[in-house]
């Protein structure tokens, strides 16, 4: 029997569009953050610099909320996603 | 002594401007820790007749360099009477343009309405309303451009409330760099400065600051500095090849051009607090990587740049101030 992939909606912030065809959102395979963005990826790698370290590692600046909440104030990369969750990448807030 | 002979000590002191003759003339600070660290690195050493300075813009009454603006536009929109006839003031912003024209607003009695990511840090927003601006939240995700957007929209379908103050486009925004920020640096360097490295947000400091002192000092060297990709952790500077180009912006004008990664400009700033006891935010992290980028590549000369704002209003960044080491991968 197939599983059932957990899926859920990222939304893409406008500076990072260039890179998703011009997609604002992307549905991800989700079950928790950490797989959200490995599928994100997977969709579109031209992402990966914008987003992950050489080594790896969510850049530290990124920000991904989960509803009002960052992601750092809850477990992570190991925060859970359920199938109705929507996950926002957040940009900085440039100018003035 | 009557109360009718007081008199205040300090005569500067402008009973009638209050908060606004407070504005500008801030310290000139040398940075001397972080660059001899360069040198001891080896890699960039800095020669002895090589020096840097930080114009430290959070001595403003409203704690950044946008009082400067803030106030010149304030100012203007009184004098030719687009304000103070009860119109609301109207303006986008990433949080320092929206405490100043705050600060200056509760100060004179303009009411100020400011259209604002709602990603904006915390910090940001509580002091936007203890000064009593009324705030409207955009969509995060449209960043900086979204709420210029929005405040357009707001302008446009309410033209009897609001006077729209358009930072990014309003000349008041350079002019007031130009009649105060580049007269002090070339006060303060006694006219020896050689290279002004300024970040942009809506270009108004790199501009005004920069058509003042190329007109004193024509061999100066204007270098702008921005982020180095679109999506960027530098708050309150803008990539400009993928943001709304502000209207003051003359791509022309700064003679070169740096581009700084944001992990560079955090580990600048906690060596800013850390090395120089400047508690500074991540645009003069960054600031502070370009100058000495363009210091390193000097035999002698006078780098000045401008420290926009102090770090209280990154504090609930807590990764970025706790980290035990420099963050920086390289």
Known sequence: ?96 | MTLLDFQLADSKTNLLDGLASHAGNTPLLPLRRVTLRQAQGGALGLPPRVKIFAKAEWFNPGGSVKDRPALNIIQNALANGDLGSGKRLLDSTSGNMGISYATFGAAIGIPVTLAIPASASPERLTLLRALGAEIILTDPSEGSDGAILAARQLAEDNPDLYWYANQYGNPANWQAHYLSTGPEIFAQTNGQVTHFVAGLGTSGTLMGTGRYLRERLPNVKIISMQPDAAFHGLEGLKHMPSAIRPGIYDESFAGSNLEVRTEAAHEMTLRLAREEGLFVGISSGAAAVAALEIASQLDEGVVVTIFPDAGYKYLSDKALWESPLPKGEG
């Open chain 1, 1 to 96: 029997m197939r599983e059932r992939l957990n899926m859920s909606i990222l939304k893409i912030p406008t500076p990072l569009r260039s890179y998703t065809n011009g997609q604002a959102e992307v549905t991800v395979n989700g079950g928790t953050v950490a797989s959200a963005m490995t599928s994100l990826i997977e969709q579109y790698p031209a992402l990966k610099p914008h987003l992950f370290s050489e080594g790896g590692d969510l850049r530290a600046f990124v920000n991904l909320f989960l509803g009002e909440h960052n992601i750092k104030d809850l477990q992570g990369l190991e925060t859970p996603l359920g199938e109705s969750d929507r996950l926002i990448l957040i940009p900085s807030i440039a100018g003035g």
